[in-house]
């Protein structure tokens, strides 16, 4: 069983930053990919960054410049600085996961997201 947890969500003020951070743990043999993910009222969910176990990284158009998606050295977690925030911004964010487990399958695990508001 692999679990995804994330934090660092909350309440900012426009052109400002924060740092969502996302740990994954369970049975976990290596996770191939981290990414963050959005979903705004209305809107469908969106990638916003990922990145693979290699640090490749991909952003989506909208957050180039702005996001910055790292991982920590156990390759276990991974964080988004999120800086000169806008409204536009406001969603939930999830973390996803793609995991080998110990038992052998890849699977894609969700956190259960966190909130992100950009208001003035």
């Known amino acids: 069983q692999v679990q995804v947890i994330e934090s660092g969500g909350g309440l900012v003020q426009p052109g400002e930053s924060l740092r969502l951070s996302c740990a994954a743990s369970?049975?976990?043999?290596?996770?191939?990919?981290m990414a963050w993910y959005r979903q705004a009222p209305g809107k469908q969910r969106e990638l916003v960054a990922a990145?693979?176990?290699?640090?490749?990284?991909t952003y989506a158009d909208s957050v180039k410049g702005r996001f910055t998606i790292s991982r920590d050295n156990a390759k276990n977690s991974a964080h988004l600085q999120m800086n000169s925030l806008k409204p536009e911004d406001t969603a939930v964010y999830y973390c996803?996961?793609?995991?080998?487990?110990?038992?052998?399958?890849?699977?894609?695990?969700w956190g259960q997201g966190t909130q992100v508001t950009v208001s003035s």
């Open positions: 990145i693979t176990s290699s640090g490749t990284t």
């Open positions: 996803n996961a793609r995991v080998l487990e110990i038992a052998g399958s890849l699977i894609s695990s």
């Open positions: 369970g049975s976990i043999f290596s996770i191939n990919a």
